[in-house]
Structures are given as C-alpha cells and as structure tokens.
C-alpha cells in the first residue's frame, strides 16, 4: 500500500514535527479511519477525498487538514536537508513566486525569510491551530467555532505552498530518493481534496496548474 511505501522512503525520524493523532473511539478516528481504507483501497482519488453519506463536512475536512499536516510534514522533513539556507534563501516557487511569511505574533507584516526558516514558522503555526479545542475541537458535542474553514483555507494554502517550493526546487532529490510516485500521489490526493470542497483560491494554484492539467482535468 502507499502507506507501507512511504514509510519505506521516508525515514520516520526526519518527521519535522511530531505527528498529531486522532484519538481512539471517537468520530474523527473513525472517520480517519474510513479515509485511510479508502485511500487503500486503490480507490479513484476523485472518490476517496468525496463526503461520506450523513458525515459532518467540518468533521471531514479536520480529518483532512490533520492528515496532511502530517505527511507534508513527513516529506518536507525527509527533504530538509537539501533544503538550507544557502540553497534556498528565499521561499519561492521558481523565479516567479515568492512567499512572505505573516501571524500575529513575531512577523505581523509580510516578511521575506529563506525556505527553511519559513517551513518552521509554518509547521509551529499549524501544530499550534491543529491542537487548538477553540478551532479544532476534540469533545463530542464542542461545535467547530465560525471561523473554522477558513482557517483551514490558510493552512491548506500554506501547505500547498511545500508542494510548490519541494517540485520546483527539490525534485531532483524526490527522484533520486525514489521518492516520486508517493509524492506525486500525496499532491493529487491534497489537489483533489481542495478543489472538491472549494478550499483553495485557485489563483494559489497557479506554480503549479500545468502539472495538474495532466490529470486533474
């Protein structure tokens, strides 16, 4: 299966951040749960990423969002390496895109960092949303608070923006690694999710549309 594979490639230890868990017995698990055998199940990604009859769409989506945390997560930090402050000083998507990191603690303005340093402030940040009960809650019967896609919109944006930075830049040690198809099939995967719930600007898609004109259709 792609999980068996992945864990083949990349190498657990070189995880960036510790991988969030769903707990055991509750709604999010088993929708976790219900997502994985579909994924494995070798199911069309354009089914597998659908809403399941009578589940919650925010349910879904935090499942999501989750789980892509963690295999970005997984593959960026297996990249890393390749990925430093002299190869990389600014966190671009060729010579066309560049990204500026923003929050509302250190960097209230868009600010220009190397592609390492801006992988870190993005995982924090994200881990810090994901283990949030305000935006992520966890108790059954705690509503998703108003805000909650769109807060999954600018974390789903962001990550997105690994996928840009490790195509253009890191392919080649995707492939040396032999890496590719897990990769390939983690973006479809991602790509398929954010367009079947409108998740993502489509202008945000732009570094790489010609890739997903392939097969995206």
């Not at 698990?29 to 070798?42: I, N, P, R, T, V």
């Not at 994200?126 to 974390?155: A, H, S």
């Not at 789903?156 to 040396?176: K, P």
Request: a positive charge; glycine letters at 4%.
């Amino acid at each position: 299966t792609m999980a068996l594979c992945l864990k083949q490639v990349f190498n657990k230890d070189k995880t960036f951040r510790p991988r969030k868990k769903f707990e055991p017995g509750t709604q999010r698990f088993e929708l976790y749960k219900k997502a994985q055998a579909s994924l494995k199940s070798g199911l069309d990604l354009k089914a597998v990423v659908q809403l399941p009859p009578g589940e919650s769409i925010n349910d879904w989506i935090a499942v999501h969002v989750v789980d892509f945390f963690n295999r970005i997560n997984l593959i960026y930090g297996t990249m890393s390496e390749y990925c430093t402050e002299r190869s990389c000083p600014i966190m671009s998507g060729g010579l066309k895109y560049e990204y500026r990191w923003q929050d509302d603690s250190k960097y209230k303005k868009p600010t220009k960092l190397s592609a390492p340093q801006y992988m870190c402030m993005l995982m924090d940040w994200i881990e810090m949303l994901i283990n949030n009960e305000d935006i992520f809650p966890t108790r059954i019967g705690v509503p998703f608070p108003k805000q909650f896609q769109q807060v999954c919109t600018k974390i789903l944006t962001r990550l997105f923006r690994v996928f840009v930075h490790v195509y253009i830049h890191h392919f080649d040690s995707i492939i040396n690694m032999g890496a590719e198809a897990h990769v390939n099939t983690c973006y479809k995967h991602f790509y398929y999710f954010i367009r079947e719930f409108s998740l993502i600007d489509h202008r945000e898609l732009e570094p790489l549309v010609r890739m997903a004109l392939g097969w995206a259709g």
